[in-house]
Each structure stands twice: as C-alpha cells, then as structure tokens.
C-alpha cells in the first residue's frame, strides 16, 4: 500500500509539473520560421528556364541530337505553362526559330514522389542539312524528381516532322533535367502571429529558390495543451501569387519555445506532409 501511495503521489507530482509548464506556456506571438529539407517532404518550383537534349532517331538506329530551353511557370495550383519563340539545336552546326506551346503538371509529394508531366510543341520553318523546311517537333516527358541528384529523371517520347526531308521518332529511355528554378526541393514556412481572441496575422511558403508564397493566417490556440492550430491561406499580394495554396500547422507552446509538431498541405501542386 505505501509503494502505491507512493507512486501515485510522483505521478500526481509529474503532472502538476507538466501542467504548470503549459500554464505558464503563452500562444505563440511574433515572427517565427520553419525550415524543411528535400528528404522528408520536398518541394519544388517548376518556374524558370527547362532545357533538354533528346535523340531523334533516323535510319539504322542514327541518332542526331535535337537540344530545346523554354521558359516555363510553375502556377499555385501545378500546372505548367509555357509559351514564345526559341532557337531549336538539331545537330551540331543547325539553329531553328521555333514557336512553342508547353503545359503540363506537377503532381504528388508527401508519402510520394514528385512527378513532373510535360508536353512541348514546336513548329516553325528552317535549315536543316542545307535545306530550308517547314518543321513540327513535339516531346512529352515524364519525369520524378530525385532529392538525390536533385534532378528531374525520367523518360521522353516524341516525333520530328521536317516537311521536305522527312520524318523520325524522338525516344529517351533516361532523361535527366535539371529543377527549371535551380531549387534543390528544400522550402521555409514564415510565420507572423498575432494573438488577440484567436490567433492570425501573415505568413508564406519560400521555395529555396526564393520564390514566395504569401498568405493569411487564421487559427486557435488552447492553452491547457499549450497547441496552436494554424492555417495558411493563399492569397495574391500585387508582387506575388499565392491564392489556392493551402497548409495547416500544429504548433506547442512550452517554457523553452514553440515547437513544430505536424505540416499538412498542397502549394505548386505538390502536397507537404511533416
């Protein structure tokens, strides 16, 4: 009977311990910044210059290399859009003006990987083994990002059309590109509270790029469990898009700080998970 007397006593010791920590833990107020690397929740933003050099396969297996840089945007929501005029490489020595049109989507994140579908159209008229021609080439890639070469790695499928000397197959079994924004899939959460009856204020999404993503915040905090509930919402501020972004955060108070506990969401069309 005294061993449980006595162990009941540190256990009710324990708790008014922990929870005279909570009570004097105040909601967080102020600035503060989470940092995430590429290994457990990446994100990458696909706004920038894509470039790319595939094979366009002729007769016996002949491989010419055709070589493209577009200039691409990454929106809130993970499409990708490009559009404008590029000088096309086929070989060594032949540079094309060409007129493209690219779409295309970021997808996945979180317990998946981070897949990057995109199709590139490119028509316009040139010189190509001394011979002036109309020309179509189209690619479409597939490709999953590795936070590891923090490459863009996967494969491309194709076709090139040069009206008065013929027609190939563009086909990459392995393709490996670089992030179109440099970025090597790393992000921050900014955060600038306000607590009056509930908690809000402003924060963003930063790419390690350093692109942001601003939003609103709006939340709660509950002060026997020291815990603040937040959630960031997109929105345009004039200099930057953030509308349709949305992330939520569990965060707990204590007399050494505030911890992270939890990061749930979906930006540039990837989702976040932490």
Do not use: H
Request: glycine content about 14%; proline content about 5%.
């Amino acid at each position: 009977m005294i061993v449980m007397i006595r162990v009941l006593r540190c256990w009710l010791i324990g708790l008014v311990l922990f929870t005279s920590k909570l009570c004097f833990a105040q909601a967080p107020s102020g600035f503060f910044e989470f940092s995430f690397d590429n290994t457990l929740t990446p994100l990458i933003n696909m706004s920038g210059t894509f470039s790319s050099q595939q094979p366009i396969i002729g007769v016996g297996g002949t491989e010419t290399p055709v070589s493209i840089s577009i200039d691409v945007s990454n929106a809130i929501n993970g499409a990708i859009r490009g559009s404008g005029i590029t000088p096309v490489q086929v070989g060594e020595t032949d540079f094309l003006p060409a007129n493209f049109i690219a779409s295309g989507r970021v997808s996945g994140g979180g317990l998946n990987p981070i897949r990057v579908v995109l199709s590139v159209r490119m028509t316009g008229e040139g010189v190509v083994a001394g011979r002036t021609t109309p020309f179509t080439i189209t690619l479409r890639y597939n490709l999953v990002f590795n936070s590891e070469t923090l490459a863009l790695e996967g494969i491309c499928r194709g076709s090139a059309v040069f009206n008065r000397i013929g027609t190939s197959r563009i086909r990459s079994d392995f393709v490996s590109v670089s992030v179109p924004s440099g970025g090597d899939g790393s992000w921050r959460a900014q955060m600038n509270i306000l607590p009056l009856n509930r908690l809000g204020g402003t924060g963003s999404i930063i790419t390690s790029d350093g692109r942001p993503i601003p939003g609103v915040l709006v939340g709660a905090y509950a002060p026997a469990l020291g815990r603040s509930a937040i959630r960031l919402i997109g929105v345009n501020d004039g200099a930057n898009e953030g509308r349709g972004m949305s992330a939520r955060f569990i965060l707990f108070s204590s007399e050494e700080g505030v911890t992270l506990d939890i990061a749930r969401g979906k930006v540039l069309g990837q989702i976040i998970r932490y």
